[in-house]
Structure formats: C-alpha cells, structure tokens
C-alpha cells in the first residue's frame, strides 16, 4: 500500500488549511484511515481517524476544529483543519490501518505544516 499526502504548508494562526491523502496498491478489504503528527522533539502522536464504518474519532487537542472525510470510492481521506493554533505545527503523517486493534499500519510520506503566530 502507497500512501501520497499534499497540501501541507504555512499558514497563520486562526486560518485553516486543508490535507488529502490517496491511497494505492492493495486497498482491498475493510481499512481506515487517519492522520498522525509529530512535532520537533516529540513522539508521533493521534490526530484523527475515519472508520471503515464512516464514524470518526479525533483526539482532544484537534477535536472542533480538525474535520476528517473519506472518499471510499477514489481510497482519499482529508483533513479539514480549521482554527489552527502554533502548538499544531508539525510533520503530518496519513495512515492506513487493518484491524480492529489497528495492528497493520502503512504510512504515508509526510507533509510539514507550520502555523505562524
């Protein structure tokens, strides 16, 4: 499975800006998908994730503000972010997950955003 993220970039603090993530290969089965983030000097952490089921989870620092949606038809999935914050700058990974427990993960590339105070 190949994961190709875009739209990453710089934005200031209050706008919004917007993440796609295609996914290719083996996209057969029942996956979701989802972004993860690192910040320099941090761990990867959760951001959100749509369910193969359409129902979606977000993690409390983006929830209300970042908005996940799913195209199953062409395998995309976006991040609609919305009144960034600086605290959001980081390294924006896709990710494509098997399993209920999520124990098979494929990673997208990557895509920097930086919000500027």
């Known amino acids: 499975v190949q994961l190709q993220a875009s739209g990453g970039g710089l934005v200031q603090a209050g706008g919004s800006l917007s993440l796609s993530c295609v996914a290719s290969?083996?996209?057969?089965?029942?996956?979701?998908m989802g972004w993860f983030r690192q910040a320099p000097g941090k761990e990867r952490e959760f951001v959100g994730r749509?369910?193969?089921?359409?129902?979606?989870t977000y993690s409390n620092a983006v929830k209300g503000r970042f908005t996940i949606s799913r195209d199953h038809a062409k395998n995309t999935v976006t991040l609609q972010m919305n009144n960034v914050r600086p605290e959001d700058t980081a390294v924006y990974y896709c990710a494509a997950q098997w399993g209920a427990g999520f124990q098979t993960t494929y990673w997208g590339q990557g895509t920097l955003v930086t919000v500027s105070s």
């Open positions: 290969g083996r996209t057969d089965g029942r996956f979701h």
């Open positions: 749509v369910h193969w089921s359409g129902s979606t």
